[in-house]
Nanobody, 114 residues
């Protein structure tokens, strides 16, 4: 299974971006999918997650500004990012977890200028 992320770019503070992650095929026994962020010199942190039952969770710093959604039929997960801040800058990675393993996308750069 390959995950293809897209939608990153450069935006001014207060702006919006939408990231998408498409799986090359259905992931057997997937427990959830989501997005992680890695800022320069920092660890990769969870941004948003959607479980297979539809329940979502968010990192504290993005709660209320980001929204994760999915399209099961199209095998995609999206992240709508609003009210972006410079501290949201980083490489965003799509991730899927299943009983068969952990899958990662190639990462997409998001840069928020002040």
């Amino acid at each position: 299974v390959q995950l293809q992320a897209s939608g990153g770019g450069l935006v001014q503070a207060g702006g919006s971006l939408r990231l998408s992650c498409a799986a090359s095929r259905s992931i057997p026994s997937v427990s959830g999918m989501g997005w992680y962020r890695q800022a320069p010199g920092k660890e990769r942190d969870l941004v948003a997650w959607i479980y297979s039952n539809g329940i979502t969770k968010y990192g504290v710093s993005v709660e209320g500004r980001f929204t994760i959604s999915r399209d099961i039929r199209r095998k995609t997960v999206s992240l709508q990012m609003d009210s972006l801040k410079p501290e949201d800058t980083g490489v965003y990675y799509c991730n899927a977890k299943s009983v068969r393993g952990d899958y990662w996308g190639q990462g997409t750069q998001v840069t928020v200028s002040s």
